[in-house]
């Protein structure tokens, strides 16, 4: 089965700060990964597909990128916003039907 | 706009059953592939089951093999969740979601419901 580690588990920022959470996948899963940001007592909200795809309506502040061994996935934030101090989850989605998540990334305001 | 909506959550005794729903709108459950994931502090987000949209062809984390079954009424344009033998272990939040791409089974989630919680406990 396909473990996805995320680090961190917590981060610590200000706002106008960039910030970068990282996927590591235990085998490779090409570009079969997502990013949502959750916030308390919402469901998840999908940022980032197919490893570096800005979901229609995302600001571009968001990015993802994958390894060249499509193992290590990250999200990366720049010019960090008031609303962006949420939960961050990956998602690998290898194979068929399965997915397996990250454990998350809680983002606070320093 | 597409939205999700589930219901059918609540208490039950752990062996017992229960059914969750959730009902489409903006689009139609035949056309894309559906899941439930649910959510728990200690375990995080968890793959649950989902449906196929091309022929309804079902898939399920083994821990709830056997005892969790995903259908869908087109009908009523509908996603259920039938729990039978329940366990403390599968309390959580039950999200219903939707797949990205028409012609995907497990993509990315592009429609998520708000969630309905299930308690199993004496």
């Known amino acids: 089965d396909v473990q996805m580690t995320q680090s961190p588990s917590t981060l610590s920022a200000s706002v106008g700060d960039r910030v970068t959470i990282t996927c590591r996948a235990s085998q490779s899963l090409y570009k079969w990964v997502a990013w949502y940001q959750q916030r308390p007592g919402t469901a998840p909200k999908l940022l980032i597909f197919e490893a570096s795809r800005l979901e229609t309506g995302v600001p571009s502040r968001f990015s993802g990128s994958r390894s060249e061994s499509d193992t290590e996935f990250s999200l990366t934030i720049t010019d960090l916003q008031p609303n962006d101090f949420a939960t961050y989850y990956c998602q690998g989605y290898k194979s068929w039907a399965s997915s397996i998540f990250g454990r998350g990334t809680r983002l606070d305001m320093k | 706009e597409m939205l999700l909506l589930e219901s059918g959550g609540g208490l039950v005794q752990p062996g017992g059953s229960l059914r969750l729903s959730c009902t489409a709108s903006?689009?139609?459950?035949?056309?894309?592939?559906l899941t439930w994931v649910r959510q728990t502090p200690a375990r995080g987000l968890e793959w649950v089951a989902t449906i196929s949209a091309s022929d309804s062809t079902t898939y399920y984390a083994d821990s709830v093999k056997g005892r969790l079954t995903i259908s869908r009424d087109t009908s009523r344009n509908t996603l259920h969740l039938q729990m039978n033998s329940l366990r403390a272990e599968d309390t959580a939040l039950y999200f219903c979601a939707k797949d990205k791409f028409a012609n995907a089974v497990g993509d990315s989630f592009d429609v998520w419901g708000r969630g309905t919680a299930v308690s199993v406990s004496s």
């Open positions: 903006g689009f139609t459950v035949e056309s894309y592939s």
